[in-house]
């Protein structure tokens, strides 16, 4: 298969298309606003994704994997199912604007996760690039000067574990394939939100049902999207696209949702966001962006 030549024009419609996908799910999640408990919701969006797995579930179900790799699939499951209940839970908390800038931390503390337990050196610039994200959370949430609500201690949380999650799978992609890294991701973790969802389950509607089932569109959609843009133009140009994920989460919080815009808000999610970008561009450089995801890594 012949490798398609590098395309800016290409790669930026498509990270501008991943943006928007990703954006959508955050909106219809809010939209949702607690119509179904935060775990069912979570649980009923990744039940219905379960679609997207079925053209390559008869390749799936023949792999075979060591016990050392369940143990980490199941271990990777386990945080992530948290993560995704605190996310759903958040987003009924907290604006859609905090809960994006918010987002971008995860990658941050898997830059700080790498140093620690996979042995990566911290160079003096990527520290600095860490303090000056985690000054731009201080910011967005200002202890001290406004209340901190149980919205922001979910989102600090679902950052850490998302965190654990992608390190988890920088481990396990060196050993089987990027397809069955994902299809175990979605089917452990709907296992895994199965137990919450029952202890707080309500019968839902048809239409929350259908919003549910968009929101699993649109996140592999987003997905889809993203691999396209980084095989169509290089980092350097596809991520600084990413910024404009705060851009249409501010305006839509305000136009949709009536949100007020919050410059502090803003201030700490672009200090957040270019720090993540700095990062993920030295990853690149280094030839080693895998251990970082990308700022725009989808969350559920």
């Given at each position: 298969?012949?490798?398609p030549?590098?395309s800016?024009?290409?790669?930026v419609?498509?990270?501008l298309?991943t943006g928007l996908?990703?954006?959508?799910?955050?909106?219809?999640?809010?939209y949702?606003?607690?119509?179904?408990?935060?775990a069912?919701?979570?649980?009923?969006?990744?039940?219905l994704?379960?679609?997207f797995?079925?053209?390559?579930?008869?390749?799936?179900l023949?792999?075979?994997?060591?016990?050392?790799q369940?143990r980490?699939?199941g271990?990777?499951g386990?945080?992530?199912t948290?993560?995704?209940i605190?996310?759903?839970?958040a987003?009924?908390?907290?604006?859609?604007?905090?809960?994006?800038?918010?987002?971008?931390?995860?990658p941050v503390y898997?830059?700080i996760?790498a140093?620690?337990?996979?042995g990566?050196?911290?160079?003096?610039?990527?520290i600095?690039?860490?303090?000056?994200?985690?000054l731009?959370a201080?910011?967005?949430?200002?202890?001290?000067?406004?209340?901190v609500n149980?919205?922001?201690?979910a989102?600090?949380?679902?950052?850490v574990?998302?965190?654990c999650s992608?390190?988890?799978a920088?481990?396990?992609a060196?050993e089987?394939?990027?397809?069955?890294v994902?299809?175990?991701?979605?089917?452990?973790?709907t296992?895994?939100?199965?137990?919450?969802?029952l202890?707080v389950?309500?019968?839902?509607?048809?239409?929350?049902?259908?919003?549910?089932?968009?929101?699993?569109?649109?996140?592999?959609g987003g997905?889809?999207?993203m691999?396209?843009?980084?095989?169509?133009a290089?980092l350097?140009v596809?991520?600084?696209i990413?910024?404009?994920?705060?851009?249409?989460a501010?305006?839509l919080g305000?136009?949709?949702?009536?949100?007020p815009?919050?410059?502090?808000?803003v201030?700490?999610g672009?200090?957040?966001?270019?720090?993540?970008i700095?990062i993920?561009?030295?990853?690149?450089?280094?030839?080693?962006?895998?251990?970082?995801?990308?700022v725009n890594?989808?969350?559920?």
């Amino acid at each position: 298969m012949t490798k398609p030549q590098p395309s800016p024009v290409r790669g930026v419609f498509w990270m501008l298309v991943t943006g928007l996908c990703f954006v959508a799910v955050t909106a219809l999640v809010k939209y949702l606003d607690n119509a179904v408990p935060s775990a069912q919701a979570a649980f009923l969006r990744y039940v219905l994704g379960l679609v997207f797995l079925l053209p390559a579930a008869r390749t799936l179900l023949a792999t075979r994997m060591s016990p050392r790799q369940w143990r980490l699939f199941g271990l990777r499951g386990a945080v992530h199912t948290l993560g995704v209940i605190l996310w759903f839970f958040a987003m009924t908390r907290i604006p859609i604007a905090e809960v994006t800038a918010m987002n971008y931390l995860s990658p941050v503390y898997v830059t700080i996760g790498a140093a620690l337990f996979l042995g990566e050196k911290l160079a003096f610039r990527r520290i600095l690039a860490v303090c000056i994200a985690l000054l731009g959370a201080v910011i967005i949430l200002r202890p001290g000067f406004r209340e901190v609500n149980p919205g922001h201690l979910a989102m600090l949380g679902t950052a850490v574990l998302f965190a654990c999650s992608y390190l988890v799978a920088k481990i396990v992609a060196d050993e089987v394939s990027p397809t069955l890294v994902v299809a175990m991701l979605s089917v452990t973790v709907t296992i895994g939100l199965a137990p919450f969802a029952l202890v707080v389950w309500v019968a839902p509607d048809l239409w929350t049902l259908a919003v549910l089932f968009a929101v699993a569109c649109f996140a592999t959609g987003g997905h889809f999207a993203m691999t396209l843009a980084f095989r169509a133009a290089p980092l350097t140009v596809t991520q600084p696209i990413t910024f404009l994920q705060l851009v249409w989460a501010v305006s839509l919080g305000a136009l949709v949702f009536g949100e007020p815009v919050d410059p502090a808000v803003v201030l700490g999610g672009g200090l957040i966001l270019g720090s993540v970008i700095f990062i993920t561009l030295r990853e690149a450089q280094l030839k080693r962006r895998e251990v970082t995801p990308g700022v725009n890594a989808p969350k559920v």
